[in-house]
Structures are given as C-alpha cells and as structure tokens.
C-alpha cells in the first residue's frame, strides 16, 4: 500500500540509461543482438524513453562501436523515444543519416574534467556544443545536455554551485530542452541536491543523474523531487558508471528507483516484475549478479 508525502509530483519520468551509460562500462563488448533484444524488453516494461547508444568514436568507448547497427536493429514502438548521445558533429551526421529524433551533449561542470574527457577547457567545451545543437534543432531534433561533476570533481573536489549553473544555464539558452544534473562520483547529499536544484531558474525543465557511491542515490533523489524535478536518470540493473572517472560506481538502479516511488503513491507507467526479470537476464549475460538491492530481493528463490 503506497503511503503519499506532501510536496511531491504525481508521475515521474524515468530516463532510462542502461543501454548506453550502463553497458558503456562493461569491460566486455556486449553483443549487438543481446544490446537490442535489452532495449525492446525495456521498452515491453513500459519505458517511454530509452537511451540506446552514443555515436562516439570506437577508440574512446569500443563497447558502443555497434552504435550504427543497433539502431537498424531496433523495433521502435510507438509512444517511446529513443534518444542517442552524440560527442560531436561528426557524431550528428551519423544519428542523422540514421534518423534518430532525439540526441543529447555531454558538458563538464569542472576543468579538469572538461580537458580529460572532452579535451576541451570549460569554456571552450561551448565551442564544441554550439553547432552541434543549433544543426539537432534546424533538423528538428530535440537535444538533452548532460553536465557530470556537477557536486564533486575527484581532481578539484566540491563543486561550485554557481559554476554548475552558470554551464547549465549557458546548455539551456542554447536551445536544449532538458538539463540533466550528473552527480558523477556519487558525492552529492539532499542538502546539496537542493541547493543546487534552487539556484536554478527554471527547475521544470532539469533532470537528475545519480550514482550511488556513497549510498545516496534514493535519498537525493527524494530531494530532487521536493524540489521540482520530475525526471530521473536511472540503469536498469544498476549497471554503469563512468570510464573516465575511477571513482564513479554504478547507477541508480531503476528497480530500486521504482520500488521507492511505488511506495510514494507516484506513477511511472512501469512493470517492476518485467523490470526485474530484465535484469536477471542481463546479469546472467554479463556473468555477474545485478547490484540493485530490489532485483536482488526479488529474485531470490
């Protein structure tokens, strides 16, 4: 029986990042027909927005090197997007020649971390971003911008709130039509979500990505929703992290993700048992069990 709080929205969106973010980080290469057969079953779950993949190039991320074929693969159902990250305007090109309607940017809230994963400067980085944004939307696609570090840097440690703003804000005047704040080594703590989230302008149009290093994910996740959010990253299974930050661990599990807001009375439209199962499968492919503490619960016996 659900048991409603005070202060929080009716329905939440759950981006689903399994696909890209979580089997991005696999040590194995996961084979194309398995990363296609994972996302129709998210989809079959209930899933309104899938992220399938990411056009980058394979020397950076080999797990993703099938980014082309996967997207030829997919049986798109109706009602669901399918959004792609794309690094670049070569990354574009390609999502267009294979019609994608949706793609996303990935910022850095840091310097250090702009230079060590985009090779860019903090500001330079918008050098990058502004043409590949301003073709998405001639074209009509929508364009998600992602902005990591965005609480903790492991080379420059805590974050400025004002720092992140200021590249969130400079992502949205762009044209992006959502703001997706990463906590990329899961440092981040409710006051700080709150915080941060506050010093915004516009808290509609802002998404959460949480990992859950420090165990956290759920609870600032909670604060992100008092404070206006209605969009949540999560990866099925937990899968996931970031390869180029060591410290990053696994993401908030969907499961665990949907098990909280069932408990909150607060619709997702999803399937936890088909959720479940989902990640039971995948676990078995990938030769581990599933980090996500419902999923273990659940298929227990």
Same mark, same amino acid.
């Given at each position: 029986?659900?048991? $409603?709080?005070?202060?929080?929205?009716?329905?939440?969106?759950?981006?689903?990042?399994?696909?890209?973010?979580?089997?991005?980080?696999?040590?194995?290469?996961?084979?194309v027909e398995v990363k296609a057969e994972f996302?129709?079953?998210?989809?079959? $779950?209930?899933?309104? @927005?899938?992220?399938?993949?990411?056009?980058?190039?394979?020397?950076?991320?080999?797990?993703?090197?099938?980014?082309?074929?996967?997207?030829?693969?997919?049986?798109?159902?109706?009602?669901?997007?399918?959004?792609?990250?794309?690094?670049?305007?070569?990354?574009?090109?390609?999502?267009?020649?294979?019609?994608?309607?949706?793609?996303?940017?990935?910022?850095?809230?840091?310097?250090?971390?702009?230079?060590?994963?985009?090779?860019?400067?903090?500001? &330079?980085?918008?050098?990058?971003?502004?043409?590949?944004?301003?073709?998405?939307?001639?074209?009509?696609?929508?364009?998600?911008?992602?902005? &990591?570090?965005?609480?903790?840097?492991?080379?420059?440690?805590?974050?400025?709130?004002?720092? @992140? @703003?200021?590249?969130?804000?400079?992502?949205?005047?762009?044209?992006?039509?959502?703001?997706?704040?990463?906590?990329?080594?899961?440092?981040?703590?409710?006051?700080?979500?709150?915080?941060?989230?506050?010093?915004?302008?516009?808290?509609?149009?802002?998404?959460?990505?949480f990992h859950d290093t420090y165990g956290q994910?759920? &609870?600032?996740?909670? $604060?992100?929703?008092?404070?206006?959010?209605?969009?949540?990253?999560?990866s099925t299974g937990g899968i996931g992290g970031?390869?180029?930050?060591?410290?990053?661990?696994?993401?908030?599990?969907?499961?665990?993700?949907?098990?909280?807001?069932?408990?909150?009375?607060?619709?997702?439209?999803?399937?936890?048992?088909?959720?479940?199962?989902?990640? @039971?499968?995948?676990?078995?492919?990938?030769?581990?069990? &599933?980090?996500?503490?419902?999923?273990?619960?659940?298929?227990?016996?």
């Amino acid at each position: 029986m659900p048991y $409603a709080m005070e202060g929080l929205p009716q329905q939440v969106t759950i981006y689903e990042v399994g696909p890209r973010d979580g089997l991005q980080n696999e040590s194995a290469v996961v084979p194309v027909e398995v990363k296609a057969e994972f996302i129709h079953r998210l989809a079959d $779950a209930g899933h309104k @927005v899938i992220e399938a993949t990411s056009f980058v190039h394979p020397d950076w991320v080999p797990q993703l090197a099938d980014a082309g074929e996967l997207l030829a693969r997919l049986r798109r159902k109706p009602g669901v997007r399918y959004p792609v990250l794309v690094p670049n305007l070569r990354g574009l090109d390609r999502a267009l020649e294979l019609q994608a309607d949706e793609i996303a940017v990935f910022a850095s809230a840091t310097e250090t971390f702009a230079a060590k994963n985009l090779n860019r400067s903090l500001e &330079s980085q918008f050098e990058m971003f502004e043409p590949v944004v301003a073709r998405a939307l001639d074209n009509g696609l929508k364009v998600r911008a992602y902005v &990591s570090m965005c609480f903790g840097d492991p080379w420059e440690g805590p974050t400025p709130v004002r720092q @992140v @703003v200021e590249v969130g804000e400079r992502l949205l005047g762009l044209g992006c039509h959502e703001l997706s704040l990463g906590d990329t080594i899961g440092v981040g703590t409710p006051g700080h979500v709150t915080a941060l989230i506050d010093a915004f302008r516009t808290p509609e149009r802002l998404a959460v990505h949480f990992h859950d290093t420090y165990g956290q994910a759920l &609870s600032n996740t909670l $604060a992100a929703l008092r404070a206006g959010v209605t969009t949540v990253d999560a990866s099925t299974g937990g899968i996931g992290g970031c390869p180029y930050a060591e410290s990053a661990t696994g993401n908030l599990a969907t499961e665990d993700l949907v098990w909280m807001l069932q408990g909150l009375g607060i619709e997702t439209g999803l399937d936890l048992g088909k959720l479940v199962s989902t990640s @039971v499968w995948l676990a078995e492919l990938l030769g581990r069990p &599933s980090p996500s503490r419902v999923v273990q619960a659940l298929s227990k016996g």
